[in-house]
């Protein structure tokens, strides 16, 4: 977070939120554990608005913004043939 800190200063860091599926590297960047949002890599999907990935996207668009997307991604998943609903592990 160096590179963060010298362009903006050190109260930087508060500012930013870790959403990654390697936690412990995130630590190892200065970030504190409550900044850090998980994203396990045994969940298939891990990439969805569903997951902490979708945090970020929240807070870009807003949550009325969010909640009318995620309705949306619900009700495509639902009109998908079983077949095409499947998971994919994640890739070694």
Known sequence: MAWLSNGIGE??????IGVT?????????????????EVPLGVGGRFSLGSAVGFPVMVAIGPEAF???????????SSRPPNRRKKTPPSS
């Open 67 to 77: 909640h009318e997307v995620s309705r949306g991604c619900t009700s495509s998943m």
């Open 11 to 16: 109260a930087a860091i508060d500012h930013v």
């Open 21 to 37: 599926a390697e936690p412990e590297r995130a630590r190892s960047l200065g970030l504190p554990e409550e900044r850090i949002l």
